[in-house]
């Protein structure tokens, strides 16, 4: 039997709708074996983080290199990595083991704007990790912070795309939930522009939906699937999932993909 196997490294949400906790339910929803590298706890419930607690950089290196030199995996994605050692890491592992498929998910902060990644480390992400990711998933907010770029509308979507690609991936996607109007995400390749339209649910909030859509991508890319038919279809997950959103507490609500 040919498993296709993934690896998210990611921080862990003790509510799940964020998280190592969410890209493993996303990819058993989508039919592929998932894998984790934990690279902190946080202190948090639907109504936002309270506290991190990292790993020592020293036991996320020793993580990552007992697993890939025992499983080759087909897709890799990062969300939380927090440290520069994290981010020399991931480096140091995508080189080694030539892993082509890598999803670059910059977690920054979170929705209620608690630092995820620290700032000193943002420069060391767009150096290191851009150029070697095969695509990357920022966020509108995301997207300001690594580009300098007031993003108000379509146009600074574009002219802040264009210059996250000039940092090195081969595709970038800015996805525009943050923005007024529907959800549409806007992928580039450096020649041309793709619109996936999402409709906005209103006056919902949500929990994860960054991490459900990066890692639904990451494991259609390793089922084979290229970047476009990848995203596409990613995005067909997410839209149904936002539909099935679930309250399971008294904050924001959660993706539920259950029977999708």
């Not at 620290?118 to 690594?146: G, Q, S, W, Y």
């Not at 264009?162 to 525009?176: A, N, Q, R």
Request: charged residues 25%; contains cysteine.
């Amino acid at each position: 039997m040919n498993i296709k196997k993934a690896l998210t490294i990611a921080g862990s949400d003790p509510c799940a709708g964020a998280g190592i906790q969410a890209d493993l339910r996303t990819f058993t929803q989508l039919n592929v074996y998932g894998m984790t590298v934990l690279t902190a706890v946080t202190v948090q419930n639907t109504r936002g983080v309270k506290e991190i607690i990292p790993l020592p950089a020293s036991s996320v290196r020793k993580q990552l290199k007992t697993l890939l030199s025992d499983i080759k995996i087909d897709a890799l994605k990062t969300g939380m990595l927090l440290t520069k050692e994290n981010i020399l890491s991931v480096e140091d592992v995508v080189k080694k083991y030539k892993i082509k498929k890598f999803v670059s998910d910059p977690i920054i902060e979170s929705s209620t704007g608690v630092e995820l990644l620290k700032k000193d480390a943002v420069l060391l992400l767009k150096k290191r990790l851009f150029p070697l990711a095969m695509i990357i998933t920022p966020n509108i907010n995301e997207a300001v912070i690594l580009t300098g770029i007031k993003i108000k509308d379509e146009n600074d979507i574009r002219l802040a795309a264009k210059m996250l690609y000039e940092m090195g991936p081969k595709y970038v996607l800015i996805k525009g939930g943050h923005l007024t109007g529907d959800a549409n995400d806007f992928l580039y390749d450096g020649k041309h522009f793709k619109i996936f339209k999402g409709k906005r649910v209103k006056a919902v909030k949500l929990h994860g939906t960054g991490c459900v859509f990066s890692s639904a991508i990451t494991a259609y890319l390793a089922k084979g699937f290229v970047v476009e038919e990848a995203v596409r279809e990613a995005k067909r997950f997410i839209n149904n999932a936002i539909k099935k959103s679930a309250a399971i507490g008294k904050g924001r609500r959660v993706l539920w993909q259950h029977g999708i």
